[in-house]
């Protein structure tokens, strides 16, 4: 029960209550002097004195008793246990601590982190918890683990541990740091304790919680201000994902408002040298979304694209800086590979005039493996085999029906009726077929749909493969867009995704100006530079480049360093431990430690000159499920079948374990009811003396 009392067997003076009682009805009082003609009246004053049948002064009554009640509880010292069932510092107990070090406790509230706080709550519940039978302590992170294996003996590792730890960047699991704190415990045997030391955050601590074990007591100390609003960056993201260099580009930054306020915000957007700011309101427990267009780099590499909010004035600084690691390539590696046997002269020399046009093409050797997109025509066993080496690679294929070669195995098997059909040739003076679009939302046509570059199938053609027509309603085979037909509805271009993350194209529009007018359109040159635009390869951004919170950074330099070092700085140009890695044949360099939020650069620091020349970068931003800090319902943290005991921001440590002291309570209320009994008294002889006129003899 809350109420306890050290010295119990001086419970009988509570006795003494009733000797106020006893005394006052039993006690006569000096009577009032009045003049009487006869001994009967005299006889009836006697009578009014006695209180045994008739007692008076109910307040002086209850003044004394209550006075001399609270004097005699006071002996025994009664304690009233606020802990709620917590071992006193006496006591021999089993304490486990759950301190929470997840990314939202970097949150600064009143000059101080949340961490730092949660540190000394730590240690004052350490050094004030007495007589340990054993003790231990469990991180709160991703991967929540204890300090000890087991449940251990000594305080001096677990102080040291508190006052050297650091946030760690990373979102949390409650419910399994939880687990682990119950199972220690449970090797101790024996009842024990588990204090929390958390915000409480709503993500981190979600149901359901483990079970309590009856044995165990569970403590809350929350460190975290009530309703903590906070603005964040959620995304970040760049079309193109692999921009050419000087190509434009589109950055996307999301804001998002966890407050119930709206709140109007900058966003800095920096790549390389570029800097361009905009303003963004974002409504209450909403988001919104803002747009930049700075152009790419003018040299290949990899850069940093970030973006950062200005004036958000909240506690939580980590999540208003995003980044992402941008490569910018020097250009799209194209290769012709047309025999002239198949492919007339004419046409070859609008390829190479088509390409030559854009200034991001870099033509290449055919039998090059870093080719981007293959322009092929042929389909012999060697045409197959350089046409499956290139699709392997992940690379965009481009193939050109002829009259002996209307279809290729590799890439176009499902691509089934593309074969049947003939090669047709009007004369010069036929007028030859017109060409239309079948899918007018298909991301090649976009560019057209303000008119400004043209009509891409403006004109004629009056060579091509004439297959099977294909109506609006006819199904096309999985997997494949059929992009314009003919006026017959005949295929002109198919375009499909390859599983590696390239594109077919299926080009049935013959380039020879001598077999059509479509190749001197104005709207020619801007198809064909969107196709292949979207021909570029998907590639897969390298490991180092983005990388969540608590992870090593791996990163493999492109060629060997030479003339000095490898480091890898942060955003403040502080060095961040690596070491070497040849540990699967390649060289490599690793992180020493996981990594926290920020933005970082590997680089080759020269030793003769103490410069730096950048060579990499890495990415790891804040988690999203930190960014809301609302914190847990109540209801939840106590779901686990076993009340809790909420501390305060504060806590009294030795309130909470001892219980708090009340016989000096009881003393003070012993003298304030004998001094109101006091003041009773005399007002009662003024009101008597008031009332009474005793005359002169």
Known sequence: ???????????????????????????????????????EFLRRA???????????????????????????????????????????????????????????????????????????????????????????????????????????????????????ATVTGESGDGAAALRVAVERLGNAGGAGEIIVISDFQASTWKPPLPAIPPQVRVMRVPVSAPDAGNLSIAALEVQPSTPFAGEPLTVHCRVRNHSAEARTVN???????????????????????????????????????QATLTGAGDALRGDDTRGLSLRVRDGLRVALSLPHTIIPAGEMDTWHRVLRSFPWVRLTDATSSAVDVLVLAGNDAATESHAAAVLSR????????????????????SLTGAGAGRWEKRNANDSGWKLRV??????????????????????????????????VSTSLPPGWSLLMVYDDLVPALWQ?????????????????????????????????????????????????????????????????????????????????????????GTLAYRTVSPMQPGLYRWALLENALNRTHVLAHTAVNFPDSEMDLRAAPSAVLDGSGKASVLAQEAPDWTTLRDGLQLWPWFVGAALLFLLLEAIAIVLGRRRVSASVSVPRP
């Open 1 to 39: 029960m809350p109420l306890n009392f050290q010295d119990p067997a001086l419970l009988w003076l509570s006795a003494a209550a009733v000797v106020p009682l006893a005394a006052h009805l039993v006690s006569r009082t000096r009577p009032p002097q009045k003049l009487f003609t006869t001994v």
């Open 46 to 164: 006697m009578k009014k004195v006695w209180r045994w049948r008739k007692p008076q002064d109910w307040l002086l009554l209850m003044l004394r008793t209550l006075a001399i009640a609270a004097l005699a509880l006071a002996f025994p010292r009664p304690v009233w246990l606020g802990g709620e069932g917590l071992a006193g510092a006496g006591e021999g107990k089993n304490l486990v601590l759950v301190v929470d070090r997840t990314a939202s406790m970097s949150a600064v509230e009143g000059g101080q982190s949340r961490f730092a706080l949660a540190k000394a709550r730590a240690l004052e519940a350490i050094r004030s918890s007495g007589r340990l039978d054993s003790v231990n302590l469990v991180w709160l992170d991703s991967v929540p683990d204890a300090v000890y294996p087991k449940m251990g003996r000594s305080v001096a590792p677990l102080e040291l541990a508190l006052q050297t």
């Open 267 to 305: 966003v800095a957007f920096t790549l390389g040298e570029q800097r361009l700011t905009r303003t963004l309101e974002v409504q209450a427990w909403g988001e919104a979304q803002v747009v930049a267009n700075p152009p790419a780099p003018a040299a290949e590499g990899e850069f940093m694209v």
């Open 394 to 413: 992940g690379a965009s294929l481009l193939f050109r029906p002829t009259a002996s070669a209307p279809s290729l195995k590799a890439g176009f098997g």
């Open 438 to 471: 079948r899918e007018e939302d298909a991301p090649l046509f976009q560019l057209f749909s303000t008119g400004e570059y043209g009509d891409p199938v403006r004109g004629l053609l009056r060579e091509r493969w004439t297959g099977t027509p294909v109506a």
């Open 496 to 584: 499909s995704r390859t599983p590696q993350g390239g594109t077919l194209w299926w080009w049935n529009l013959p380039m020879d100006r001598a077999a059509g007018t479509w190749p001197t359109q104005p709207g020619f040159l801007a198809m064909v530079g969107e196709a292949f635009m979207l021909s570029r390869p998907k590639e897969v951004a390298p490991s180092h480049a983005n990388v969540m919170p608590g992870q090593v950074v791996r990163w493999v330099p492109s060629r060997f360093p030479e003339g000095g070092t490898i480091v890898l700085m942060d955003a403040a140009d502080q060095f961040v431990p690596v070491s070497e890695d040849v540990s699967s």
